[in-house]
């Protein structure tokens, strides 16, 4: 058995575990032309300048990581991991790549194919947190599981899912690399769509620091509790006792009076009138009450 690539403890323990797909029996030497991208490819953009410094790095030195191609047919081969290193084997002119064959089910496919590209550091974060998405809606893996699978805490895993819960703007400033994740995670805190947004822009214009702006979400989350305290001071139900003076209110100035008190014990008499006559009626009836 040819010797394996090293890949460390994280990516390659990884796809050894994975259920679905048999041991790696050797490397090969597999023909560019019979190879097919992954039709389940994480990555969706591929750096044209990178390519070709990786071009440039192969036709000198050669691929040091060999493909991990699926067999599926006599003489064809899917991409499983290792895409990038492809594509740039076909700018250098290769014929022919080193290649680890496996055999998998589509599912194993795209677990390992996600979890390959997770494992990548230029990826940003919003492609990160859609591969976690993806291997646990599609591969039907628990965050437990995935937090296991992948070698981060269970809150890191967390952190990222919630970035696909900011507004689109948001996601796609964090693609293009214009806004860090420091700053993402800070935006994720504050609940309201419309005030992540306008935080998001506050930061492009001004340049906010991560400290700045996570200083800017602790002051907007103290003034929720007293906003939600207010709309929570609603009124209650009354005595009995309280409805009868209601009742000899609407009855002494022969209007429907309102009795409003909430849970502080405070409250409000609200005496309505139609017309300006009617009002100059109401406050003759006070008048005699003052006398």
Not at 10 to 19: E, H, P, R, T, V
Not at 264 to 291: H, M, Q, T, W, Y
Request: charged share 35%.
């Amino acid at each position: 058995m040819a010797k394996r690539n090293a890949l460390g403890r994280g990516l390659g323990a990884l796809i050894d575990d994975a259920n679905t797909v048999n041991a790696v029996t050797s490397v090969d030497e597999v023909s560019i032309e019979q190879i097919e991208a992954n039709p389940w490819q994480p990555r969706t953009t591929f750096d044209e300048e990178a390519l070709a410094e990786l071009a440039k790095s192969i036709r000198e030195v050669g691929i040091i990581q060999p493909l991990t191609l699926r067999k599926i047919d006599e003489n064809r081969f899917q991409i499983i991991a290792g895409e990038r290193r492809f594509r740039a084997s076909k700018l250098a002119g290769l014929k022919k790549v080193p290649a680890y064959i496996r055999e998998s089910d589509d599912a194993g496919m795209l677990e390992m194919a996600l979890v390959e590209n997770i494992q990548r550091e230029d990826l940003d974060a919003i492609e990160v947190a859609l591969s976690y998405q993806r291997l646990i809606e599609e591969c039907q893996i628990t965050q437990e599981l995935l937090s296991e699978r992948v070698g981060k805490k269970r809150s890191t895993i967390s952190n990222y899912l919630r970035l696909l819960k900011l507004p689109a703007v948001i996601q796609k400033a964090i693609r293009e690399r214009e806004l860090s994740m420091g700053h993402a995670r800070a935006i994720i805190n504050v609940n309201d769509p419309d005030t992540q947004t306008m935080l998001f822009k506050q930061i492009l214009k001004y340049d906010f620091s991560v400290r700045k702006v996570e200083e800017i979400v602790r002051k907007l989350n103290e003034e929720e509790p007293e906003k939600a305290e207010k709309k929570e001071e609603k009124p209650l139900p009354f005595p009995r006792e309280y409805e009868e003076l209601k009742k000899h209110l609407s009855n002494h100035f022969s209007a429907s009076v309102d009795l409003k008190i909430n849970n502080k014990g405070k409250g409000r008499i609200v005496i309505p009138f139609s017309s300006a006559i009617d009002l100059e009626r109401i406050i003759g009836v006070l008048d005699k009450l003052n006398r």
